[in-house]
């Protein structure tokens, strides 16, 4: 798939920051999971003059067919508010991190350690189900930089395995490396490619290794073939289904903000591009989603969270 430049990219979130959030699209028959997003102020309040509440935002997910979210941090912040949230609301999850492109400003500055130390913390909360977005971007982050990323991205991979967590790896321009690491230093159990990015070839690498593959608005868009052979030769029990919202907004809405109840557009152009019954793809993706993260139907445990704070990559 063919990369954005970074002024396509800004023009892209200039045009969302002007537009408000697409109509409820038609609801799924079989419900599903979104297995990564962000729906954690201010991420969404820097991008539109009425951002919706996270609880608005899963009461529209409910409504279509989204039976639950895992909410993913990229710091901190969000990795906390996320956790803090997932313990007083059954419909969430939370997945925990340091992002890749923000370990080398870090480790710079000295914090990238204690900031590691407070994310393996975070791993070991009940409704913590998975450490991630951590991994390796070369897209923005260059040579004197990727020492740090990836000394973050094991840090984070040993966590995933001491807690018997799930891993979310962002991989950005750099398969090989990510391939590379996981095999040096061993995969967790259930590890994941948010937000799958590579073609056939890399689907069928990461199916002779049982790694899961998760699909997002992108596999949409009209130029990305690529993906569509991906999705083609993946096998279906290593499927799952995301919308890294609030970006990467499927069609027919690119341009627009994205939010886990538009998960049945990507549903239902995967169905079509396999040829198979949005409902049986969906009742396979529900599965998967349960066998990486366990079930969303404890009780939730702790007293609601502070105002939350966080960034989305």
């Known amino acids: 798939m063919t990369e954005m430049s970074e002024a396509q990219h800004a023009r892209h979130r200039a045009e969302e920051e002007q537009s408000g959030y697409p109509p409820i699209p038609e609801a799924l028959v079989v419900p599903v999971y979104d297995n990564h997003t962000h729906i954690d102020p201010p991420a969404g309040e ?3 003059a009425e951002p919706l509440d996270y609880r608005e935002q899963l009461d529209r997910a409910s409504s279509v067919g989204v039976r639950g979210v895992v909410q993913v941090g990229t710091d901190v912040a969000s990795s906390t508010w996320s956790a803090e949230t997932a313990a ?3 419909r969430m999850l939370a997945a925990v991190a340091i992002h890749p492109n923000d370990a080398p400003e870090l480790d710079v500055r000295g914090e990238l350690d204690d900031a590691l130390a407070e ?15 951590t991994g390796l971007d070369f897209f923005r982050t260059e040579e004197p930089g990727r020492a740090a990323q990836l000394r973050s991205f094991e840090a984070h991979i040993e966590m995933a395995k001491q807690n018997d ?3 979310q790896i962002h991989d950005r321009d750099a398969h090989d490396d990510v391939i590379a690491t996981l095999k040096r ?3 967790p159990e259930r590890t994941v490619f948010h937000c799958f990015s590579g073609g056939a070839e890399l689907a069928e690498l990461c199916a002779d ?9 992108t596999v949409t868009f009209k130029n990305a073939s690529a993906l569509r052979e991906a999705l083609a030769v993946a096998p279906r029990s290593l499927l799952l289904i ?3 919202a609030p970006y990467l907004t499927p069609t027919p809405h690119r341009g627009r903000p994205n939010a886990p109840y538009l998960i049945p557009h990507t549903l239902r152009a995967m169905a079509a591009s396999l040829g198979t019954e949005a409902s049986m793809l969906a009742a396979q993706i529900s599965s998967n989603t349960e066998q990486v993260y366990g079930r969303w139907d404890a009780e939730p445990v702790s007293a609601p969270p502070a105002e939350p704070s966080g960034a989305v990559a």
Do not use: C, H, K
């Open 46 to 48: 820097a991008r539109l």
């Open 88 to 90: 007083i609301e059954p």
């Open 119 to 133: 994310i393996a913390e975070l791993a070991t909360r009940p409704r913590v189900r998975a450490v991630g977005e």
């Open 165 to 167: 967590l799930a891993l």
């Open 185 to 187: 230093v061993g995969a």
């Open 209 to 217: 290794n049982g790694w899961y593959m998760s699909f997002a608005g």
């Open 242 to 244: 995301e919308t890294d």
